[in-house]
Every structure is written in C-alpha cells, then in structure tokens.
C-alpha cells in the first residue's frame, strides 16, 4: 500500500482538486478508476471528512480536496476495490466497502426530495386518469411509474404518451420526440414525496419547477445503468 502511495506521489497531481472552487481544475475531470475524462455534472465528487473516511460530494461544495469517478455504480465500485481513493488522496484513507451504496441512496434521495418540491409547486399529478388526462393535453415533461406498477397499466400510458408525441409535425414535438419515462422508485416512496397513499402512476408538467427533478433523476438513472465497462 505505501508503495502505491509512493508511486502517487512521484506522479503530477492530475486526479483530484484543491477545493470546490478551484479554478485549475477547469470543467472537466479524471475518473480515479477508470481514467476517462468527463464534464463534472457526468462525474461524482468524494472527500476526505475529518476522521479520513471518504464521504460523497454530490453537490461537489464540500471544502477540501476532492477526487472524482464517473457517474456510475460500477465506476464507484471499481475505485473501492482498486483502492483508488487512498492514491488520489496520496494518503491513508477509510473507505465503507458500501461506497456505491451510499452514493446510489444519496442521489435517490436528492431525486424524491426534488420531486415532493415539484409536487408543492404544482407540478405532479398522481393517478391513472389524472395523467392519462395530462397526457392528451401535452402538458407532460416525465411519466412515472412505481417499480410495483402492472405491465398493462404501464403499457398503456407509455402508448398514450408515445401517441401524443407523434401527433406533432417533424421536428416540433417536446425534447426532440422523447419524454423520459421513469421506474425508479417504489410505492411507498412515491407515496411518502407526494404526500397521498398508494401513488403507482405520476406525470411531471412541463415548467420550470420540473427542471429540478429532472436533471436528479437523469443523473440517478444514469449512475444506476451506468457504462458496464468500467467494472473490472
């Protein structure tokens, strides 16, 4: 381990940053498992808290110096095992072998909290017919179904969905055509975000206050089907 450590340091510091605003850093940053380069929203941001266990940045705000892997699970994963974080810190360092757990957790939470938001400003409505109207009308930005929903029930909103997009002239329809359609939470925790029981369907209307949710739930489903590539 130290002579991995000793390697590091021979190495030009080129896998972590000096703080949140460091500005040598610019916008883009190495993966400290894989190597691939990103934009920091594609990346995840970690430090070291003050008992020297390495804690998930998500909001990439935390001070200190930070280090970065892409934004998948199985980029977290690997950065565990290859024990990557004590070379990028250049220092002995804790690591919960849970890492990307937490990391998976934090970004779900971030998603549901912006969705109860969503919710308070009037942007959600819950329940089959309520979104099938929502649908028919074009006011739709995402549809989401709980993990629980029935297939059928499920088909035939994403048909409505997909029915009204082609009503629309080449190259006019909403996001180029596609509408992100979500199975990310459960039941309960649509229910609990939404503030009424058994939510298995939810449509998001377009505005600005769904920008917010949407850009959590990106960044959630792309941690979760991240490049299969970067597991070893």
Known sequence: MLADLDHANAEPDTE??????????????????????GARETMVRFVVGPDGAVVPDLAARLPGRG???????????????????????RREVTVDPALADQVDQLLERAALEALSLANKA????????????AIAAGDVA???????????????????????????????????GELPILRLFTVEQLSLALGRPNVIHAAVLAGAASSGFLARTTRLDRYRTGDPAETV
Do not use: M
């Open 16 to 37: 972590t940053d000096r703080g949140p605003r460091d500005g040598r850093a610019g916008p883009v940053r190495t993966c400290i498992a894989t190597r691939r380069q």
């Open 67 to 89: 280090a970065w892997t892409s934004l998948s699970r199985a980029a977290v994963a690997t950065a565990v095992k290859r024990r990557a974080f004590a070379r990028a810190f």
């Open 122 to 133: 009037g942007a959600v409505v819950a329940g089959f017919t309520r979104v099938e109207a």
């Open 142 to 176: 995402a549809l989401i179904h709980a993990r629980e929903a029935a297939d059928d029930g499920v088909a035939r909103l994403d048909r409505a969905l997909r029915a009204s997009l082609s009503g629309y002239g080449p190259g006019n329809a909403p996001n180029g």
